[in-house]
C-alpha cells in the first residue's frame, strides 16, 4: 500500500513541479514573442488547461503525504518541512488561482492588455517562487528517505 501512496504522491508532484518548471522556462520566453492580443489570450487558455491538474495534485499530494506521515511513530523534520512548505505552496496556487489569475480573464475577455501584463507579471513572479518551493519539498522528499 505504502508504494501505490507514494506513487500517487510523486505523479501529483511531478504534474505541478513539472507544469511550472515548463511554464517558466519554455512556455514562457516562446510566448514572450507574441503580440499582446495573442500572448495574453494564449496564457489564460494554457491555465485553464493548466490548473485543472493542479486542483487535482493537491488533494492527492493532501491526501497521501498525511497517510503516509501518519505511518510515521514521529515524523521528522525533514516530513514536517515538506509539509510545510507544500502547503504554502497550496496557499500560494490558491492566492494565484483567485486572484491574478480571475483579474487575468476578466482583462483577456475585456481585451485590456494593459491589466493582463500586470496580472501575467505577478502570476510569473509567483510560479517562481512556487516552483523554488517545489524544488525544496523536492530535497525535503529525498532527505526524508535517505536521511541526508
Given at each position: 500500500?505504502?508504494?501505490?501512496?507514494?506513487?500517487?504522491?510523486?505523479?501529483a508532484a511531478v504534474v505541478w513541479i513539472g507544469?511550472?518548471?515548463f511554464a517558466?522556462?519554455?512556455?514562457?520566453?516562446?510566448?514572450a514573442e507574441l503580440p499582446p492580443d495573442q500572448r495574453f489570450p494564449f496564457w489564460a487558455r494554457a491555465f485553464a488547461r493548466?490548473?485543472?491538474w493542479v486542483w487535482a495534485a493537491i488533494p492527492a499530494l493532501l491526501a497521501t503525504g498525511l497517510v503516509m506521515a501518519s505511518?510515521?511513530?514521529t515524523p521528522g523534520l525533514p516530513v514536517m518541512l515538506m509539509t510545510g512548505f507544500g502547503?504554502?505552496?497550496?496557499?500560494?496556487?490558491?492566492?494565484?488561482?483567485?486572484?491574478?489569475y480571475r483579474r487575468l480573464r476578466r482583462a483577456v475577455a475585456a481585451s485590456d492588455w494593459t491589466l493582463?501584463?500586470?496580472?501575467l507579471g505577478q502570476i510569473r513572479r509567483l510560479?517562481?517562487?512556487?516552483a523554488g518551493l517545489g524544488f525544496l519539498v523536492l530535497l525535503f522528499g529525498v532527505w526524508s528517505v535517505t536521511g541526508g
Open positions: 500500500m505504502f508504494g501505490l501512496l507514494l506513487y500517487v504522491h510523486l505523479a507544469g511550472m518548471f517558466y522556462v519554455a512556455a514562457r520566453p516562446a510566448a493548466f490548473f485543472p505511518q510515521e511513530t502547503l504554502a505552496m497550496m496557499a500560494l496556487f490558491l492566492h494565484v488561482y483567485f486572484a491574478p493582463a501584463g500586470r496580472q510560479v517562481a517562487v512556487n
